[in-house]
């Protein structure tokens, strides 16, 4: 048989996924006869192209998901694309732009062909990309946020809700995006840490009513710039200069001394001349800035709040573009930043403004668009979200749905006990469309479509001519947000047929891979669906990913640009590499720190692998043979054993990198590095039958384990070792079970010991650079002779030795070390410089000596001994006894020279 010498990812892993595909594997139905484990993928945006979180959190799905399959589970993965409203939107009309096309020109309709036909052409290129990976995806439910059956589930729960009075419509204060031009849900906002500046405006008090002030409380404010009393001036801060035009008071605390003399006054605004009250309210901090607070109650909440407290009115300067409009009066057209840079001028030059201070401050950003977030009254749908909070916060709570890491449940807590409601329509053109319908009068109906509507709006009004074509949809749509917080209910079709099979036998889904990012705006939206629609929470565990960093901690990103491509990467290092190098140092919950090495890493496993295979497959059979191996077979089965056992409780408890690195030691270190040299035939020698029937077993076991991590190259070896079945893949092979071995702890412990008298061994030649096929014996002066006796062929094999020998006293001119209790001796007459060796172990020996001082000085203290833990005092006494061994094995190894 020609086996390859070097693997290469490339010529297999296109082959062998779609080997995979045409048999079936992925591909999951109802089927009482076994155990559902399903999975929902959280839909990556269907402008969306793989990027190095997609990377981690779909290979974590795919490992979970091919275990069950190889668990005999029927394994339902299911894929799709989220529609992704506002970045969707966004990306179309720069296109249409690129093509002389704006959007306001065109009808809803064409602007939807345009959109959709973008869809159809780069939608599912990240779902292509995530095959490459190995993602097995059942691909044939591919599921799309915007299809007709999952608008049809939107809907209908929009419909239910404002049925049972949860949905509602109202004047609120947004977040409001003037680039993507709709309101944003608080999740939707990030905050970003910028230097800032506080502008000082002069507020000139132009009430007749003024109070007297006195000369000292004159000098007092002039000198803490609260009031320049020469021309009756108020100063004011504010971050946001370019709002003034909208103020409709100034709020001042009324126990604050110094502004007394203006209850009841009234200012002038600058530039502007309009005259504004000044209001009292205890809500101003009298410490902070000067503590005279402008109040502009339609760009900013707080200020929203006094004015509704005051009855103030409230005046909007700003166009839904963030320009200033008519209102404003002045800067009228300009954007808000340009007016800020041109008010901040003409106050100057008129001699309004005192100051200007940087500070460190924090503005919302735009998670799509990276926009600054204005503030804003909005005429807006609603969701209340007390009556869905209050369960999803107990299933969390009692573990129905566990958390992985659990310190995420505190975080979930906050969020939860502090909910608001949620703000659910988006003014784009992109999404599904609020199915509330406009009467002519301006009243609405809310229906499912417009026939319904219309019987219900003929009632509503006693009006029956009324027609199709009096009514007028509502022009926005609902946040994206809100048709995948169904995801794992409506790619079922729950919505659609509520007791269908798929419904019934997949849901609630097993578990949920995604990053605490979505924590709220995601997970926990799916548990009140689930909760509010099924009656049943969505999925059991939610396995809360880190986010890949840079080297310097900085989240990934093509902005940045210091993310990788990672198709690139499978290029360079392979699926199985990439796959693999990700997982190395990714523990739930914690940041992974990106570093290309841990890929290499990942391929330098792949070529290891792919050379035990070689060896093992280059060995000659003779049959007369006997079986010489009984030691190291019988250690490794013990290891394998206690291995399985440990992988599965890695994999119970979500530990999925602590899974990786168990059985990639286990290949390794145990697999290829001991075992296999154990039991490898001397140079050009054969193999008995018996050991290379047993190897090979092993070897079968450790690909089945590995599958899940390396799906490629794993299939690759099973069907190279020997002749396979049409269904006989790794892929949907029997997930290993743990099987009891006779005297597994004694015999991972004997072998133990053997191989740390190696390690003895292996470190004087490496100490006294004599190379690793230099002849050496080994003398021992031991109580445990059987070891030696025992694991006799091992040790000489693994650390080329010619003799062992158990002794009384050193040999002459040789070198010691000290393990399992016992005393061991290589003799080194004629191989080393005896006057530099004696050198050195002089220097060790007064190392040794001192250091056995330093213990002994601890444990006299009688201080120590009983007020220390008795397992550090034991500890101590442990240092103790294996130091004056190594002393007596220094000095019997000095005398021998």
Known sequence: MSIAKTYTPADVEAKWYQRWQEQGFFKAKANPRKQPYSVVIPPPNVTGVLHMGHMLNNTIQDVLVRRARMQGKEACWVPGTDHASIATEAKVVALLKEQGIEKKDLTREQFLEHAFAWKEKYGGIILEQLKQLGASCDWDRTRFTMEPELTDAVLRVFVDLHQKGLVYRGVRMVNWDPLGQTALSDEEVIP????????????????????????????????????????SYLTVATSRPETIMADVAVAVNPNDPRYTHLHGARLRIPLLGREIPVILDEYVSIDFGTGALKVTPAHDLNDYELGVKHKLPVIDILNNDGTLNEKAVLYVGQDRFAARRNIVKDLEEAGHLVKVEEYASIVQTSERTKAVIEPRLSLQWFLKMEHLAKPALEVVENDTVKLHPAKFKNTYRVWMENVRDWCISRQLWWGQQIPAYYLPDGTYVVALTAEEALVQAREQSGNEALQLTDLRQDEDVLDTWFSSWLWPISVFDGFKDPDNADVNYFYPTNDLVTGPDILFFWVARMIMAGLEFRKEVPFRNVYLTGIVRDGQGRKMSKQLGNSPDPLDLIKQFGADGVRTGMLFSAPAGNDLLYDEKLVEQGRNFSNKLWNAFRLISGWEVDAALPFPNDKAVEWFSARLNATITELDEHFEKFRISDALMTVYKLVWDDFCSEYLEMIKPAYQAPIDPETLRLTTGFLETLLRLLHPFMPFITEEIWHELKERGPKEYVCVAAWPKAQPVAGAPEVLARMSKALDVVAGVRTIRNQKGLGPN?????????????????????????????????????????????????????????????????????????????FRDSVLRKLANEKFVANAKADLVERERQKLADTEAKITALEQSLAAM
């Open 192 to 231: 970003k840490d910028v230097m800032a500046k506080m502008y000082y405006l002069r507020y000139e008090v132009v009430s007749d009513s003024l109070a007297v002030v006195s000369e000292g409380d004159q000098q007092n404010n002039a000198d803490n710039q609260q009031l320049t009393t020469d021309n």
């Open 774 to 850: 230099k002849p050496l014996t080994l003398a021992a002066k031991t109580d445990d002779a059987s070891l030696l006796t025992d694991y006799d062929g091992i040790i000489r094999k693994l650390a080329a030795l010619t003799d062992i020998s158990v002794v009384e006293a050193a040999p002459a001119a040789s070198v010691g070390f000290v393990t399992g209790g016992s005393e061991f001796f290589v003799p080194l007459e004629g191989q080393i410089d005896l006057g530099a060796e004696k050198e050195r172990l002089g220097k060790e020996l007064e190392y040794a000596q001192g």
